[in-house]
C-alpha cells in the first residue's frame, strides 16, 4: 500500500492537537496526534457518532482546536487566509454522513459542484471521470436524479463517486458502507487503493464492528477514537 | 461568514419586569442596543457582499451558473406576474389620471403625474413587495433548510464558501431582477393605460404626445431614482432573507418562526429604502 519512502509526503499532521466537542467551550476533550503520509490509510473505529464529524471537520480546519496545530499539506489551518483554506479543502474529498446533499441540484450537480467550483477543468472531462467511478462503484449511469428520488445505497455510492472524483490529496470517509455493505467494499478498497497508489491519504470512519474487523481493508493504521483520545491498535 | 452565522442578537421587545421603572429602562436600553447591532451587523454584511461581489475572483463559473439560475427564478418565472400585475395598475391608475386631468382640462399635467406616481413611487414598491412574496421568502427557507439540514456546513467542508456560493448571487440577481421587472412593470402599465384610455375614449391625445410628454417628464433623477431604488430594494431585500434564513438555530419550527419575521423586516425596509430616496432625490 505505502509508496515509496522517498515520494510519500506528510498529508495531514495532528501536532499535540486538543479538540473540545462542544465549540461554545464545555464537552469532552479528544487528543490526538497524528500524521499520514501519502499512501496511508487509517482506520478509525469510532466510540459515539458525534467523533466521526468533529474529526472529519478538524482535518478541513472548520473544527477549531483548543490546543495544538492540524496541517494539512504542511499548512497549518489556523494561519490560513481564508481564500487559500478553501483552496486547500477543494483537495480533500469527503463522504459526509450528515447533509450530503443539495436537494434542489441533481445528484451529478452536487457531484461535479466542487470540481467545477475549484478547478478550470472542462465539464465533459470532469463527467467523463465520474462516468467511469460510476461504473466501478456499481452504478448503471451517472446518477442524474434529484437526491430525494434516489434511494440509499445509490445515494451513498454517488456520495463515494464525489469524493474520490478529481484526485484529491485527502479522503474522508464517515460511514461510507453504510446501507451497502458489503457489496460496495470492494470498489471502495480499489478506489482507495488506486488513490493511495497515486500519494494519496485515506481516513475511513466507522462505528460499524464488521468494517473494523474486515480483513480486505489495507489499512495501514488501526485507530480507536474514545471519549479521551486517538489510540493506535497493533494488529 | 460562519462567524456571522453564528452570532445571534437578543431582539425581544422590552418587558417590564419586576424591578419596574429602572427594568423597564434597562429593557428597552438593551433591546435598543440590540437593533443598533443588529443594524451594524447587517451594514458589515453588505459591505461584504459589495466588496466579494466586485472581485472577479468571487465569479468563478459555479458562482455565474448560480446567478443565472436565481435569474431565471426570480425575473423570468416572476415575468408573468409583474406583466399582470402592470396590466391591471395601468388599467387602474393610468386610466384614472389620464380620465380625471383631461375631466379638469388639466391633460398637460398627465405626463408629470405619472412619473410621479407610477416610475417614482408604485412601480418600484409593488415590484419590490412582489419580489419579497414570490422569492425573499423562497430565499430564506432555502438557506434556512439548508442550514437546518447541514448543507452550508457541506459546502465549508468542500472549500465552498456559502456566502460566496449562496448570498452573493442571490443578492446580484434580485438587484438585476428588481431593476428588468420595475422597467417591464411601468411599461405594461403605460401601454395597458394607453390602450385602455382609447378604447374609451377619454384620451384627447395622440400616443405619439402622451409618449413625448411622459418622457420629457423623466429628468436624471427619475431615471436614477429608478436604478437606486430597485437595486437598493433588491440587495436589501436579499440580504435580510439571507442573514435571516442563516441565522436559524436548528429546527424546522425557527424556520417558521422567521419567514414572517423575515418578510416583515423586508417589507418595512423597502418602505424605508423607497421613502428616503424620494426625500432624498
Known amino acids: ?235 | 461568514m460562519t462567524e456571522s452565522r453564528e452570532m445571534t442578537i437578543d431582539r425581544k421587545p422590552p418587558v417590564v419586569g419586576e424591578e419596574g421603572a429602572v427594568g423597564f429602562a434597562g429593557a428597552v436600553g438593551k433591546w435598543v442596543i440590540a437593533q443598533i447591532l443588529g443594524l451594524i451587523q447587517f451594514a458589515a454584511i453588505a459591505a461584504a457582499v459589495v466588496r466579494q461581489g466586485l472581485r472577479p475572483l468571487t465569479w468563478r463559473r459555479t458562482v455565474r451558473a448560480e446567478f443565472m439560475e436565481q435569474c431565471h427564478q426570480i425575473g423570468v418565472r416572476a415575468l408573468p406576474f409583474i406583466l399582470i400585475a402592470g396590466c391591471i395598475v395601468g388599467l387602474g391608475i393610468v386610466y384614472q389620471a389620464i380620465y380625471w386631468l383631461r375631466l379638469f382640462g388639466q391633460t398637460e399635467f398627465t405626463g408629470p403625474i405619472l412619473v410621479l406616481i407610477l416610475v417614482r413611487e408604485i412601480a418600484p414598491l409593488f415590484v419590490a413587495l412582489i419580489v419579497i412574496g414570490r422569492s425573499g421568502s423562497v430565499i430564506l427557507m432555502e438557506l434556512g433548510n439548508m442550514r437546518i439540514h447541514g448543507q452550508l456546513r457541506m459546502l465549508d467542508a468542500q472549500g465552498i464558501d456559502p456566502f460566496l456560493f449562496l448570498v452573493i448571487p442571490r443578492a446580484a440577481a434580485v438587484a438585476v431582477c428588481m431593476f428588468s421587472l420595475t422597467i417591464a412593470f411601468i411599461l405594461v402599465a403605460l401601454i395597458s393605460g394607453i390602450i385602455a384610455g382609447n378604447v374609451l375614449g377619454s384620451m384627447e391625445f395622440t400616443l405619439y404626445d402622451f409618449v413625448f410628454s411622459f418622457l420629457a417628464e423623466m429628468s436624471l433623477a427619475e431615471f436614477a431614482i429608478i436604478h437606486l431604488k430597485s437595486v437598493l430594494i433588491g440587495i436589501v431585500v436579499a440580504l435580510i432573507s439571507s442573514i435571516t434564513g442563516f441565522s436559524i438555530a436548528g429546527s424546522r419550527t425557527d424556520l417558521l418562526v422567521a419567514l414572517p419575521r423575515g418578510i416583515t423586516k423586508s417589507v418595512l425596509a423597502t418602505l424605508f429604502i423607497s421613502s428616503m430616496l424620494t426625500l432624498l432625490l
Open chain 1, 1 to 235: 500500500m505505502r509508496t515509496d519512502i522517498a515520494e510519500r509526503r506528510s498529508i495531514l499532521r495532528f501536532d499535540k492537537v486538543k479538540l473540545v466537542t462542544e465549540q461554545g467551550g464545555g464537552g469532552e476533550t479528544l487528543d490526538f496526534e497524528l500524521e499520514l503520509f501519502g499512501g496511508d490509510l487509517a482506520l478509525i473505529n469510532l466510540e459515539r457518532p458525534r467523533f466521526g464529524s468533529i474529526l472529519a471537520d478538524a482535518c478541513c480546519g472548520l473544527h477549531q482546536t483548543a490546543a495544538g496545530s492540524v496541517f494539512f499539506l504542511g499548512k497549518n489551518w489556523a494561519t490560513l487566509p481564508s481564500d487559500t483554506a478553501n483552496a486547500l479543502r477543494g483537495r480533500i474529498g469527503r463522504v459526509f454522513n450528515l447533509g450530503n446533499w443539495i436537494n434542489r441540484m441533481t445528484l451529478l450537480e452536487n457531484i461535479l459542484l466542487p470540481q467545477l467550483h475549484h478547478t478550470r477543468r472542462q465539464y465533459s472531462e470532469l463527467r467523463d471521470e465520474a462516468a467511469q467511478l460510476a461504473e466501478d462503484f456499481g452504478l448503471p449511469g451517472l446518477p442524474t436524479g434529484y437526491p430525494d428520488d434516489v434511494i440509499r445505497a445509490d445515494h451513498q455510492r454517488a456520495a463515494c463517486i464525489r469524493a474520490f472524483l478529481g484526485q484529491p490529496s485527502l479522503i474522508l470517509l464517515e460511514e461510507p458502507t453504510l446501507g451497502v455493505y458489503p457489496e460496495i467494499l470492494p470498489p471502495l478498497i480499489n478506489a482507495i487503493r488506486n488513490a493511495c497508489e497515486r500519494g494519496a491519504a485515506v481516513i475511513w470512519l466507522t462505528l460499524e464492528d464488521q468494517v473494523w474487523n474486515e480483513s480486505l481493508l489495507p489499512a495501514t493504521y488501526r485507530f480507536r477514537l474514545t471519549a479521551r483520545k486517538l489510540m493506535e491498535v497493533m494488529r
